[in-house]
């Protein structure tokens, strides 16, 4: 049954014009005037962009051995009814389990999405079995992008000569390597000169990484992924420390992009002075939220092009999970919702302040994120052809957070009582209208997995500066040569 | 007739894959697998992209009475050998020549042009009449754009508060402004010391025009500019110092776009040391060329996006009238050549290395002009509906350049006895093939001008920012309310 | 008379030691231990150190037909009180008053010091008249620095040619050259729209001369500066803007000096807030108080190196010519006090938090003024034979800043209600006790005019690097010497 | 046997001015006008300067069954012989070694000395022993500087928690932290990839240690260094990234020295380019030279105050310990010489260019080192009661330097057929006059150790600022206090 969006005027990353859509199979089948479908969707007023993608998602990761509430059901819900169509979840194996076998865990949790996915794999480890799996990753499963954490010390983490193996073998993959940047060395030695100085509230997470630990680590991967020849894309960038790091980089011609969430956008560290201890428990996430001054950093970034993309490293706990930590402010878990705020939030603080214009915010939302990772234009795109993922956006329409009248699972929201202007009319994915004039119909196990492939434009261009620029040995005749 | 390019490869700012392009009525009727037309352009082996689009030229330009020797003719033709489908040209007012006036005699040198151009309006006096023309000239000439030379004092340079009130005025009317950015008081000091000191040679004039002036003015023009709440377009950046000066406004979110021309990219300032006074001479311009480090500054500002477009400042004298200035570097004519050549050397040096993606040298040579200078996606984009300005580019191709077998109608090259890789196999204005597997079958006469609209979305977000964050008055009940 | 000063640990720019002072005939006669004299002091507890230098003061200057209410009497007085033994004051000329002529005048006020000072010489108009004076006032007065105003548009400003050319002649000279930096052009537009707007209050004095046109001033002087040669000395710098235009220069081999002022350090922009308009209006001065970050850098600039100097630039109105005013922010006369709070509001805010070491603040407050301006070691030093213009600072002494209690003559003070820790209790000028344990005992008319002689270590060393790197013309045998 | 330096011109870190010095005992005695001694040194047309103070020697160090070629003996000859009075080494532990049992080692050593020296203290390895042997190197040994290798991975390198570890514990006993900054990772892998793809010469060395290395772990160590809140020293600068690191760090009030080595500002990297194996193995050392960039970015890092001192890093290895490395760059011993040139190469390519003034001189080869490391003003003074460590400098002596006429052992010099201009006529070490007139008479055993003591006031304002800085919990009452 083919559907049509009538009335609505186009914004996508590079053009902003008003025409219909026609939606056949879950596919864009035309765009232009007077177009007719079996269904019509009224966007009269409103602006139909490509649908919101997420790269940065952990619905149902596991935790000490519960789970983060938000699932591939849960979750990919609380997307759409956001206007976000895909999300890029992170396959993590546990220390010594190989990556297939993680991705295979991911493969089964993910069937209950709702709406497309994607997955980023992690190297927690390495081994000879690790550096084999992952061209099998890349090859087979579809997969291009490999994420290390830097921090998380005694368990994810990896350290420099790990990385650059890893981020070497990236290189000939194709692949592109990502990191979480903070020095976790560091942040374990605060941790427990805090915990001993009796800094045991939430509020002492944020001490225990300060910007400085972030920046380190932007700085450190950036330059490992520069010698092995291979871009990088730094997760939640929250600092004007890292995103200094980054800019500098940018500025040699490296190959570097970074991410800010839209927590780090638009809340602030005075979030864990609140004296409601769940108040602060609940904003527990690490890079922890940042001052003024980094937020102007950051929304810069978005304004100037040194920053690429908006995500939401989605890792929602309930209260109850959170309250593990009282007492000890290093076992509450690490997360924050946000996945169905993103887009409203960034649309508000964003483009009703005219720090973006609406086709930027379609760029940093969904456009630059699938031509980061590959899958632009199947995604992130208003073209025929593409897949009919697609938001169609009422600037006028208002509403208040608030966790009650959520889709998340979980039990608070850290907007809390924000008002947003900007939300979808209509979200559709891959033709299917999950959210009808803001009524939620989404289906699970609808969701798809969306194969990235490597060797992108960018790649091929980075590995021939390196090989143009290689070292080249001195030709000697008769060595050493001489005398004094 | 109808036309198609058959079996090449779509590359443009945002995506390349395999299509064919209908080319109908000087429109692109229909992208797709397959096509039929009256007439097959074969692509195979070539990239199909955009024509180039020169945002920067200077044809037939009047100088002492005499005029700059590539005009509309010999001009565009040299733009189309080299796959540029577009110019835009620069109306220059005498001083106290009315804007309307000037653009009279602009209009009368471009009918000869064989590719579409378009005018940027020069501000170089203030006056009412020149306040009350600007309206004319946006509402009913459709140029939004505005430039000032911070320079050449006594002849077009605009004082600061003259600068000032003009950008005002642009921004009222939703315009752009541009400068040529160079301190024409320091510049006109250091000629009179330089001769006074015997340095009278062409060196003498990359002497008196050093990184420094350039940086100084990129710098005052970018905070006139934020005080005027205007977005700012700098032509010709030469140097790091300009540069840098771009980056840091870019970075605190105002919305400056720099614009490297490419023989500043790709050569530099030992040609002024060069024994042979013409070699000099002839690539006299201002700014000079530079040495390496501000080269590497500028590719990685094309790499980084802190820079956006590439362009020629084509000005074209031949050997006879460079040699005015002998004797006396102030009388040389400023200005080089470049359009035949800016594709096929940016390709060689950019694409041909790894520095850029070829998405990235459509971006900067066609799109992001477009976009900026908003003609998009009318220029600059291969989509249905778009001009059919068109280059199918073959990245095998070689050629050295030379004067001697060249288009444009001066007598040398600055870029003689260079290699290029890349070069046009076909080059389309609207729909006419004005190359043809090499050959230049273009039309006198062809070109027509393009209007620009104003009040894009970068000057809508940048006034509402400005509007949110005006100077609020504090209310005060009895004024003054205080003793000590 | 000889006194000895015992029992004080001495402190100066470079080491930490305990000794005794022998004073005789105003100059330091001896430094040991077991040092006797007519009359000893007793030090105790307390830093024996160099007497602060203000290099920046503005006593009974002329204003609309009055003057700044603290002169050469009152203001000296409260330098001393405060630990501040020499003060270098600007004699201005008014446009088309010769600058022999305006010293003279200054040489009437100044008969009334208390304590040593010394003249800038300002260039506030150019021409012949200007430029032969300038020598006579370097080499028969002692001057050797000149200071230009880039803002006060109709009054006090020079214009870019005017200061490049004033910048050639102080090379010739040996002098440095010195300016208030902010873009006066921009400053007057903005009054006025501000004004017509209805934006009248004191709030509007800040928005009219925000960090940016600063900033654009300071980095114009700098190139300015380093066209000619000279080495430059930026006067109040009060914001990010400034600092980082004077860090970028510095990293580049100039030769350029910050002077940051206390109230900058220590008081923000919050204060234009007030609602009390008396409040906000006695706080006006050229440039404004900034936020904390503009705090932030400047501190960090005094840590760094990056800055110099901390000065007050000390130009006091009364709450009666203030009023002045009222209805019309552009008549508020500009300045604001500080010689007698600048000593302990430094050592409170700088030393007492560990921003600054002891050292580092007799360096800011006295030897470093002294080095710059050249009148070291005479003054700035406790070395044998230098001045004996001396504080005896007690870190332990505590006091609250009252407008009523303070020697100053203005109504307020802009620190009123801040508690400083850190206070003298012996000033000396010149061998004379003026501070006696808190009591005040300065003479009037004992304050002797400093003489500053010309071509410093620095001019020299900056001259010969000019030298070194002067354009150099291109030999060529036959010009032009080719064909194509 | 008193001795008398007459006629010539004093010039300190701060104030050039004729007076004679009297020397008695080993110590300045007296400095004034007209003195005598039993014997004169006539020092008309020279300046009498502080003895050079070189922070960065390794004489007689173990490698690989051998030792560095230069000793104690000859090492601080060479040092006398070019206007260096002391000289501080590195005292080495091999891993598993106690700190005490390495200083025994060293002390042995040292006894030769013909010049007074001092110790830094290596921290090679981690252990309790290491944290508590530390004490009493500070306490009782007069050591307040800690080495960390963050190179030399399997050997001397440190791990960030180990490194962490011992910051901290420097920072308890009021000592400084001090690093070779390097990613040992990085250089370790890319060691393994150079070798196997043939690139075995001494270019590769090079290569393997690009600036992007060092600039990333100076990065790191300052961050470690600010999160342990000690000061900071980074020894052999090279390079734009790590000067970038350090100056952004003091632009954030972080106190960090750097230490560029005279070879890295006067020699570059196409050394390593000669055809000749041993002219370019003679070049090895970590860094290793850098390009004209490089050494433009540290002599602005000097002028401006971002660098603090020059030392050499003396580490002097034959050629025939060069040739361990034929076949194989990672086997070439890690060294070059400089001693005995860096003040004559410093004085030629800073004062004679007009890049540094006298002062500047002074104060970055002496005073500064003397300072920083807190023997200050007992070295690096000209002042009654300092060491007597003077040189007489004469600026108009010149020699060509050559490995055959140097007192260095080695069999090279690394600035061979240099000509400097600007040589010691004499030089006096605590009163002995080692250098007369060009002829060394210099004593086997003279040299003392220098204690130096912690808690300098650097360290004593940063604590002040970390504590008033500090974490603070938040005040709750009841834990968790709120539902949602
Ligand atoms: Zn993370
Ligand atoms: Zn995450
Ligand atoms: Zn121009
Ligand atoms: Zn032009
Ligand atoms: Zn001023
Ligand atoms: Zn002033
Ligand atoms: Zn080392
Ligand atoms: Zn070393």
Redesign the interface.
Known sequence: MSKVIKNGTIVT????YKADVLVENGVIAEIGPDLKGDETLDASGCYVMPGGIDPHTHLEMPFMGTYSTDDFDSGTRAALAGGTTMVVDFALPSPGQGLLDALKMWDNKSTRAHCDYSFHMAVTWWSEQVFNEMETVVKERGINTFKHFMAYKGALMV???EM??SFQRIGELGGIAMVHAE?G??V???QQK?LA?????P??HA?SR?P??E??AA??AI??A??AGVPLYIVHVSCEEAH?AI??A????K?VWGEPLIQHLTLDDSE??????????RRVMSPPFRNQ?HQD?L???L????LSVVATDHCAFT?EQK?YG??DFTKIPNGTGGLEDRMPMLWTHG?????????EFVAVTS?NVA?VLNC??RKGAILPGADADIVVWDPEKTKTIH??TQVSAI??NVFEGKEVKGLPRFTLTRGHVAVHDGELRSQEGHGEFVKRTPNT??N?????????TA?R?????G??????
Do not use: F
Request: net charge negative.
């Open positions: 990353h590079d053009r902003t350290q420099d000569d650059y193996a020095n060395d560091v374990a030695d605060l805090l100085e009796g800094n045991t509230g509020e002492a001490y300060p400085q630990v920046g380190e700085n450190r330059m490992i520069d010698m200094e800019r500098r940018r500025q040699q011609g190959r864990y002075m609140n004296k409601d201890w769940d108040h602060a428990a001054k950093s929304w810069a970034g304004q100037a092009g040194s209260t309250r009282v007492g483009v009703e302040t005219g720090r973006l214009t609406p086709e456009t031509k632009y234009p966790a009650d039990d608070y434009a960018t091929k261009a980075l590995s021939r500066w390196k090989e143009l070292p040995p001195v030709e000697r005749s060595i050493p040569a001489s005398g004094v």
